[in-house]
């Protein structure tokens, strides 16, 4: 169901999103290159990736299985029949001066990806027009400093594979854009298709942005489409959008200019003054002069290659926070919680939850002190030292009340900073069990030396019993709260 | 023995029963080459110590025993549009002067290993764009049967040096008749294989969906020979076919008994020479009295193969090209003066005016503009449906007929400068080769006549796709029952 975005703002603001992802391949899309990131410049090329006068290029079948499994996730058709085109262009780190893409026959189109917001507040199908595959550029590096205004060349990451997701203008708020490329993010993290990490330039966002204004006379004024670049984080993508439709707003009140009007206008976002500003009209005005590459052959794809792609998916996200509730029996809001951290927390979960026999238990523990730690400290889960074996160790003794869950986080923090054993930090604790016999004597103790509040108890308040627990632990440490507590009102009403 | 008056068929035969040394042969080759290439300029490079030193290296491997290659001790020639490793590369352009690939083209990789000698690299049109040899930016090659004359081209350089006996020899790449244009007015044998036959990994790229690296020697029987070593399925050239390589040398016998040779009426049409007009019909006799027969048919839309090629190669070159823009090899302008939008534009503009000579110029800029938005319907796609149109024709043709005969150019060599002002008459030299391109087949060009001036004329045959065995043994049967092939130029003897 899609509901209305809540807004206080008299006009929608119509989003699209162009979604530039690297895939996750061990060499590059037409060559035998590696793609890993960071090596020393232009370490990582050949005379293919070079674009070397008579060298050719070769399709990467791993590329394209991905990127398959991609489209195939985004619900898109596959074609049957897809190409490759030149993308013409003149630029110091595109060394063939052409870019091979794939213009009017990519090889998936319609699609969709539904993003629901965990809290209610809108849940937003969002049209896939097509997505495709290409080939990356390199890097230029402007030395401004220098005062020489020298730019030096990294080719390293030319002819890495992109995928390329473009999205019909189906989101409301630049809150729902946000949320959507995090649902968009885990999806393609959960597939293996992209690790998706902004720092390193695998996934790039490019926005189209306008206002669709109410009139008065009920009539709706739609603004000019403008694209926004350089946003390196969702973050930036969220406050570039706000930026960028108050400022629309504003300019439609100034000007009235409206859709189809003025042409359409890219702007960059300049994320430390939180603006965005007009970039040079040349740099928009291309033409790319597309037409089939002549060095490679078409691609057909069969409806076989197609079930092959499909049955090595696994379970989507989307489908994981259904069955990862219904499994543990837990709530819907928990397992989305524990699934957009991604594959590898929910499989630690699942490991948890089996040792520990109730999932919401294990999801608690998780939530709580497991995701915590881990903010804390910006570690992925695959790092964390306590793994699932000793933290089902630590709850089972919770469980079974040789100490309450607060002294269970103590246990849990000790563990954390030691790297000892739990049954280790609970013996240099001085945490043991405390016996039925010792319990007993504890309490008859307690209650021969507190004579009001058994009269309380004994006079129907059962809560004054909580007024010895205090004083149980001061006599011993180990003893558990909730069954001191059980054990008094029981032996008062037993007098 | 004159190692230089034999078939390259005998002279690896020769070497490889020890009758001559490699370095003996390479010697004699290298001797013509200094006394004559003076006149002609058909090498760029000549690589006499490289060459020298692998032919001993040949010589000393078969006095061990040790294997040795197919071609072991040939010398070979190779036009400058293909890498060679240890050679420059320059595609005849002051673009890639200098430049050194750190690889070997397929073909060139393929040569080696069959203990090929590589002479040097032939002079071309730039980037192999013309057909008199005069677009080199190093000068002109003369045609060694008239030095005033061109020798045709793009492989200009590669058939004169067979012509004048300075290689037995040589590669050459045809993208729109640039093997077969040169071999028949330099009276040598040029084939120009089935598109996807000879892997084009390493071939600078001036049209990738028409061109094909193909052998030019003296006869039908040495390019047999070479093919055999050349051709072949490359897993790195996507468009290369992988399809098992006949040994065309022993496909040669057969006789050409019940052999239906196609006559296209159109090839007659306003423009051919009457001596080469002659010259033709006479091949056609010489083949039916072989066993063929020949059957009148039709291409109908041959006539538009001249436009269409001269939109679709140039839209390819003008992208193949690009990669020239002096960021990251080749000729880079010297200080930047300013005067233009941007440093970079001042370094793309300046880098690529001085490097590139007016032809390739001229055929970038048609081609950018033939793909530019708005034109690209009218001007591109028309060409790729009249391109279809033109591989049907030859489809429909090869089921009546093998073999489609017919001069190679109207006329035979025209003087240099003839056609230097006039760009249109000078792509009209193409007009009865660029169809085998467009529609990807096999075509072979070899001598079947001189004028009475003493210039060859030359006689092509075209096959369907793959018939390079059927190609051959025509040629070569034309061969036995001629001697054009056999006639060497006085002028240079």
């Keep these: 169901m899609t509901k209305p975005a809540a807004t206080s703002e008299p006009y929608t603001t119509v989003i699209g999103l162009e979604v530039h ?95 629901v917001d965990p809290k209610g507040a809108f849940a937003r199908k969002v049209g896939i027009i097509r997505v495709h595959l290409e080939e990356d550029a390199g890097k230029s590096m402007h030395d401004e400093a220098a005062g020489t205004a020298d730019t030096r060349i990294d080719l390293n990451r030319a002819g890495t594979p992109l995928c390329e997701i473009v999205t019909q203008p189906d989101l ?33 966002v490019d926005a189209n942005v306008n206002l669709h204004i109410q009139r008065p006379d009920g009539s709706v004024a739609k603004t000019p489409i403008v694209e926004i670049k350089n946003m390196n984080s969702f973050r930036s993508v969220e406050r570039a959008l706000t930026y960028e439709a108050a400022r629309q707003y504003d300019e439609w009140q100034a000007t009235g200019a409206e859709l189809g009007k003025i042409p359409k206008q890219t702007r960059g976002w300049d994320d430390p003054a939180g ?61 989305d919680v524990l699934v957009n951290q991604g594959r590898e927390l929910v499989a630690y979960f699942e490991d948890l939850a089996t040792r520990v026999g109730e999932g919401k238990v294990a999801s608690n523990w998780l939530q709580q002190d497991v995701l915590r730690t881990l903010n804390e400290r910006g570690e992925a889960i695959e790092a964390f030292p306590i793994r699932p074996d000793a933290l089902a160790d630590l709850i089972g003794r919770v469980q079974r009340g040789d100490f309450d869950t607060s002294r269970g986080r103590e246990i849990f923090a000790a563990v954390l900073a030691s790297g000892r054993s739990v049954a280790d930090v609970v013996a240099s604790l001085g945490i043991a069990a405390v016996g039925d016999d010792e319990l007993i004597a504890l309490c008859k103790q307690l209650i021969a030396e507190n004579p009001k509040i058994v009269a309380d108890v004994q006079g129907g308040k059962e809560q004054a019993a909580a007024g010895l627990i205090g004083q149980a632990k001061k006599k011993n440490p180990n003893v558990n709260p909730a069954k001191v507590r059980q054990t008094c009102v029981d032996l008062i009403k037993a007098m | 023995m004159q190692p230089a008056e034999l078939s390259a068929v005998d002279l690896v035969a020769a070497i490889r029963q020890g009758d001559l040394t490699a370095v003996q042969c390479i010697e004699a080759f290298l001797d013509r080459v200094a006394r004559l290439d003076g006149s002609i300029n058909a090498f760029l490079k000549v690589d006499r110590e490289g060459a020298l030193a692998t032919a001993a290296a040949i010589d000393a491997r078969r006095k061990a025993g040790q294997p040795l290659g197919a071609l072991a001790g040939l010398p070979v020639a190779v036009k400058d549009a293909l890498c060679t490793r240890d050679l420059p590369t320059t595609c005849a352009s002051k673009m890639l002067a200098g430049f050194r690939p750190p690889y070997d083209a397929d073909t060139v990789a393929r040569l080696r290993a069959a203990d090929a000698v590589i002479v040097g690299k032939t002079n071309m049109d730039e980037f192999a764009m013309g057909g008199s040899n005069e677009n080199s930016a190093f000068g002109p090659v003369k045609n060694p049967w008239d030095l005033s004359r061109a020798p045709g081209g793009s492989s200009g350089g590669s058939a004169a040096c067979v012509a004048a006996d300075m290689a037995p020899v040589a590669i050459g790449s045809d993208t729109g008749g640039s093997i077969r244009q040169p071999a028949g007015l330099c009276g040598i044998t040029g084939l120009k294989p089935t598109y996807g036959r000879v892997s084009r990994r390493g071939l600078v790229a001036f049209a990738s969906s028409l061109d094909q690296i193909g052998p030019m020697a003296r006869s039908a029987a040495d390019c047999a020979l070479v093919l055999e070593t050349i051709a072949g399925h490359d897993p790195l050239d996507s468009t290369s076919l992988a399809v098992d390589v006949p040994r065309y040398t022993e496909l040669l016998e057969q006789p050409l008994t019940g052999l239906r040779i196609g006559r296209v009426r159109d090839h007659y049409a306003e423009g051919l020479d009457p001596e080469v007009g002659k010259g033709v019909d006479e091949a056609f006799a010489v083949f039916e009295a072989a066993g063929a027969t020949i059957h009148e048919v039709e291409l109908p839309h041959a006539k538009y193969g001249v436009p269409t090629y001269y939109l679709i190669a140039p839209c390819e070159a003008s992208s193949n090209l690009a990669r020239y823009d002096g960021a990251h090899y080749g000729h880079r302008c010297d200080t930047l003066r300013g005067g233009f939008d941007s440093p970079l534009v001042e370094m793309y503009c300046r880098s690529r005016g001085e490097g590139f000579g007016p032809e390739v110029k001229r055929r970038i800029m048609l081609g950018t503009y033939a793909l530019s938005a708005g034109y690209y319907d009218a001007y591109y796609a028309k060409a790729l449906t009249v391109r279809r149109l033109i591989r049907q024709d030859y489809l429909d043709a090869f089921e009546r007929v093998d073999l489609i005969g017919g001069p190679v150019s109207a006329t035979p060599a025209f003087k240099l400068g003839e056609k230097t002002g006039d760009p249109l008459a000078m792509y009209l030299v193409d007009l009865y080769t660029v169809a085998t391109n467009l529609a990807g087949v096999g075509g072979i060009s070899f001598p079947c006549g001189f004028t009475k001036g003493g210039l060859p004329v030359g006689f092509q045959l075209q096959g369907p796709a793959l018939a390079e065995p059927l190609l051959l043994r025509a040629a070569d049967r034309f061969q036995r029952l001629t001697d054009w092939h056999l006639r060497r130029p006085k002028q240079i003897a």
């Design chain 1, 21 to 115: 992802v690297q895939l996750q391949t061990n060499t590059k899309l037409f060559c035998g290159c590696s793609t890993k990131f960071g090596a020393p410049p232009n370490t990582q090329v050949c005379p293919v990736c070079l674009g070397l006068p008579g060298s050719l290029p070769v399709m990467n079948r791993e590329a394209f299985q991905l990127a398959m499994k991609a489209a195939l996730a985004l619900e898109c058709r596959i074609a049957p029949f897809t190409k490759w085109d030149r993308k013409n262009y003149f630029y110091p780190d595109l060394p063939k001066g052409y870019q091979i893409s794939q213009f009017d026959l990519p090889f998936s189109s319609d699609g969709w990806l539904e993003v």
């Design chain 1, 275 to 335: 603006v965005t500003r007009a970039q040079r009209h040349k740099e928009e005005s291309s033409d790319y002069r597309y037409f089939p590459d002549p060095d490679l052959v078409p691609v057909t794809v069969s409806e076989a290659q197609i079930a092959t792609v499909k049955a090595s998916m696994g379970e989507p996200p989307t489908v994981l926070r259904t069955t990862l509730a219904e499994r543990w029996k837990i709530s819907a809001y928990d397992a």
């Design chain 1, 172 to 204: 409301r708020s630049p809150q729902e854009a946000r949320a959507w490329l995090n649902e968009l993010k885990l999806l393609l993290v959960y597939l293996g298709v992209s690790d998706c990490n902004m720092q390193e330039g695998s996934l790039r």
